[in-house]
């Protein structure tokens, strides 16, 4: 940054022939900082990215167990094992409800015998009524509307057979499979749910193993990250030298760019600027020297835990396939050996839902028939008492008519009789039908499917933290090399305090300071003394110059006409470091040129 102000370039110069200020090579220093401190924070902030992925990596751990289908998976498998326990239990309880079935069959065959030998009985009935009434064309409609009848009622009587046959089948079926399924439980319970419920456990354990590791890995990476991100706030230990020295690099340009008559003046300026740019140069360097020996040692203070951090999640990323392995393996075994067990629990309980279905549609049907044969019998019975009054008035046929029709009034009650047996026995299927369902409800899922449901989820959460494990492995393991990259980075930064020793070396004494007051405003000196007040932004720049003051000038500390604050609060304030050398965060400033105001304002 070269200034040369016109009011200075006039004219020409007495102290051409002196020697210049080391502006090329101050020049150079300040783009070096610049540069270095730049690269030291682009790794800083891609270490602070790379612990982001981190522990959003060991989130996705905790999240495979806590809100992903894992958990219940544990539950289904625990109550798959359970269910395994109660299946003998379930096969006795069904076998007793079904034991009630063949006498109800049995029953309802009866009946319908019962219902055939009456509806013949009519029919004879009816036949006997014709030859008593010797062609008399009432009785004889009478016999043909009777025998109508019958024929539906015949007909209602005859699907009883099919009914209870298919009832039958059904049930020899449901008595086969549960029988299949009680000599399977003999081979494989207890000890396969015992193993399962062994597994689960262990499996819980160990996701609550994981889930810890990813709860204590994640609080070190967080920690680590945090002070990451205030060392990424120190570093601007560089962009205070930085902005110092800029504000040395101008002074000079505007001590060598004057070139007034004034020869005693211009010299008073030189030597006294001179050596307030000195005085700023050492108290940069010494702030320079000291905060980045402590942002040293706090590079250095984060590896160790990151070594801590990278080596947890390291021997984990290996074990953890590994072991996942092992209790998906346990797990398929057990549910393997459960297989055919489950296997057969799913055709006894189909089975028993087929045999429920047959006993619902059996008693729909048997109700229909029960209906039909009780409306033919309140049909058969108004006919006979109407046939019994019109034997009355029939002359010598009459009485034997009135006998037959009497007999067959009763034997329709006979058949209110059977219809009252018949719903008697739809009541007992249906009971049977409603307690079956009940143990149906009970276990209303097929253990395999809970087995096989639950296996594919464990084996997708052990995907996933496998998966995010190694992923935040992987990362932390580029973390260590970055911040190894930064500290060498920053240990190179001690060449620049050789390298500003020179550059002070260079800044030779121009002669006595001023130490008188100066009357003049337009003095080389006041202006130059006043417009480096202008272009401070810390308030240790401002305690140099007031050591430099002239008598009558008002300390910048004062407040007085001293330079605006504008960045002084950013920097007044600034201690990058604790006592331990930890990083401690810092208000971040502007790292450009346009951070204050500068000595361009003032000359130009």
């Known amino acids: 940054m070269e200034l040369v102000p016109e009011e200075f370039s006039d004219g020409a110069s007495g102290l051409a022939d002196q020697a210049g200020l080391p502006r090329e090579r101050l020049s150079s220093l300040i783009e070096a900082i610049d540069s270095r401190f730049n690269s030291i924070g682009a790794s800083l902030g891609e270490a602070v990215n790379a612990f982001d992925a981190i522990i959003s990596a060991l989130q996705d751990v905790v999240g495979a167990f806590e809100h ?5 998976a544990v539950e289904d498998i625990t109550a798959a094992a359970r269910a395994m326990y109660n299946v003998t239990d379930q096969i006795d309880r069904r076998e007793h409800e079904t034991a009630r079935i063949p006498a109800a069959s049995k029953r309802l065959h009866e009946l319908s015998q019962e219902i055939a030998r009456s509806l013949k009985m009519l029919r004879i009935y009816g036949v006997n009524i014709k030859i008593a ?30 009914l209870l046959g298919s009832l039958g089948q059904s049930l020899d079926t449901l008595r086969r499979n549960d029988q299949s399924l009680a000599r399977e439980c003999q081979s494989v319970v207890p000890q396969v749910p015992d193993r399962l419920i062994a597994d689960v456990e262990a499996l819980r354990d160990y996701q609550n193993e994981l889930a810890q590791l990813a709860q204590t890995t994640g609080e070190i990476a967080r920690a680590v990250q945090q002070e990451v991100g205030e060392a990424l706030c120190a570093i601007q230990v560089g962009d205070r030298a930085r902005q110092r020295l800029e504000h040395v690099l101008a002074g000079m340009a505007v001590i060598e760019a004057a070139s007034i008559d004034d020869h005693e003046a211009t010299a008073q300026m030189r030597a006294h600027g001179t050596a307030l740019l000195r005085a700023q140069t050492e108290a940069t360097r010494e702030e320079f020297d000291r905060d980045l020996q402590s942002l040293v040692t706090a590079l250095y203070n984060l590896q160790p835990p990151t070594q801590r ?26 549910i393997s050996e459960a297989a055919r067990m489950t296997e057969s629990l799913v055709h006894a309980d189909r089975q028993a839902s087929l045999t429920m279905n047959c006993i619902v549609d059996i008693v729909a049907d048997v109700a229909a028939r029960a209906k039909t044969i009780g409306a033919l019998r309140v049909e058969i019975q108004d006919m006979a008492v109407n046939v019994s009054l019109k034997a009355r008035r029939a002359g010598p046929t009459g009485p034997p008519i009135k006998v037959v029709a009497d007999e067959i009034r009763q034997r329709s009650e006979v058949l209110d009789a059977i219809t009252d047996s018949i719903g008697a026995v739809e009541n007992e299927l249906l009971d049977v039908a409603e307690r079956m369902t009940q143990l149906a409800r009970q276990q209303s899922e097929s253990v395999g499917s ?29 973390i260590l090399p970055i911040l190894g990259s930064a500290t060498q980075v920053l240990e190179t930064c001690e060449e620049m305090s050789v390298e500003c020793d020179a550059i002070l070396a260079e800044m030779a004494d121009e002669g006595p300071c001023a130490n008188e007051a100066i009357n003049s405003a337009d003095h080389p000196l006041i202006v130059f003394m006043e417009a480096m007040a202008r272009s401070y932004t810390m308030a240790e720049e401002r305690a140099v110059h007031d050591r430099f003051l ?27 470091f604790g006592p331990d050398s930890s ?22």
């Open 133 to 162: 009434a010797s062609g008399a064309p009432d009785f004889i409609a009478f016999v043909d509307d009777i025998s109508v009848r019958l024929s539906d009622g015949e007909a209602a009587a005859q699907g009883f057979g099919e």
């Open 450 to 478: 809970m087995l096989s449901r639950s296996l594919d989820s464990i084996r997708s959460s052990a995907e996933k933290t496998e998966t995010s494990i190694k992923l935040a492995a992987d990362i932390t393991a580029t």
């Open 309 to 334: 951090l990278n080596t947890l999640l390291a021997g984990r990323a290996g074990e953890d396939s590994a072991d996942d392995e092992i209790f998906l393996r346990r797990l398929e075994q057990g």
């Open 550 to 576: 002239l008598p009558d000038m008002q300390p910048l500390g004062g407040g007085a006409k001293a330079a605006e604050p504008q960045d002084e609060d950013l920097f007044d304030s600034f201690d990058d």
């Open 68 to 72: 992903s289908g894992m958990a219940q």
């Open 583 to 604: 990083a401690l965060p810092v208000a971040a400033t502007a790292g450009g040129e346009d951070d204050a105001p500068d000595l361009d304002d003032v000359f130009f």
